[in-house]
């Protein structure tokens, strides 16, 4: 098949212009995007107080690892490449 110069071929139909966004098919609003909005929220499931609470303390205490791990190796790094380059501690 030979490509005609709009780049289709055969039966296919000509491509949309990139640049156009899709507009959405109900037309409802601010309103019935808030009643969209809490309609979902509603179905959410939401932590207890304890259950964030310990998650909390899960997540400081990873970033308290990472931030000594890091720590140590900058430390240990530093002291490698000054006895590489000037060969004294």
Request: with cysteine.
């Given at each position: 098949?030979?490509?005609?110069?709009?780049?289709?071929?055969?039966?296919?139909?000509?491509?949309?212009?990139?640049?156009?966004?899709?507009?959405?098919?109900?037309?409802?609003?601010?309103?019935?995007?808030?009643?969209?909005?809490?309609?979902?929220?509603?179905?959410?499931?939401?932590?207890?107080?304890?259950?964030?609470?310990?998650?909390?303390?899960?997540?400081?205490?990873?970033?308290?690892?990472?931030?000594?791990?890091?720590?140590?190796m900058?430390?240990?790094?530093?002291?490698?490449?000054?006895?590489?380059?000037?060969?004294?501690?």
């Amino acid at each position: 098949m030979d490509k005609t110069l709009s780049g289709t071929t055969g039966g296919e139909q000509p491509k949309k212009p990139q640049g156009s966004l899709p507009v959405p098919k109900s037309k409802r609003g601010l309103k019935g995007f808030f009643n969209d909005v809490n309609r979902e929220m509603k179905k959410v499931s939401w932590p207890s107080r304890a259950e964030t609470n310990r998650l909390t303390g899960v997540v400081l205490a990873v970033c308290g690892l990472v931030v000594l791990s890091l720590s140590v190796m900058s430390y240990v790094f530093d002291i490698v490449v000054t006895l590489i380059t000037k060969g004294t501690v």
